[in-house]
């Protein structure tokens, strides 16, 4: 019996816009590829960096501590949800891409030689306006390095 692999795409976020890449990330994993996002830190979000913290801040007060909805500060964490919001998560198909999907802040050891793509459609060059990385806003809401 032969197993077919499913074929793997390394995708590096750095410079790229949170919500483009998402939404390719998203098309990818329903499409049956396993993909893998690093430097998720250096994702970029669009828009005027004071309001934009202001807006998560305001969302992280809603919900309780035990009983949710959970609330992550950090990138790699924000950057998955992001995609999961994408994807019709729960249903099977939608479960079934969310387990293709890792995130990593940086690049692993393992990864470092291996070929990485870039999403051309999420260049942050494109931008006009401000703009700031994932990065600057989980430290801002919370994100302790060390964890």
Do not use: C
């Amino acid at each position: 019996m032969q197993t077919t692999k499913t074929p793997v795409t390394l995708v590096n976020a750095d410079g790229l816009i949170l919500g483009r890449m998402a939404s390719v990330v998203a098309k990818k994993l329903l499409n049956g590829e396993n993909v893998i996002i690093v430097n998720a830190e250096k994702a970029v979000i669009s828009g005027k960096k004071r309001s934009k913290i202001a807006e998560a801040k305001e969302f992280l007060e809603v919900g309780a501590p035990k009983r949710g909805p959970f609330h992550y500060r950090r990138p790699d964490k924000i950057l998955r949800k992001t995609v999961r919001g994408m994807l019709p998560f729960k249903q099977p198909k939608g479960k079934n891409a969310l387990k293709k999907l890792k995130v990593f802040i940086g690049v692993p050891e393992d990864l470092k030689d291996q070929q990485m793509v870039s999403v051309e459609e999420a260049q942050a060059a494109k931008l006009n306006g401000p703009y700031f990385t994932l990065a600057d806003l989980a430290k801002q809401i919370g994100w302790n390095q060390g964890e």
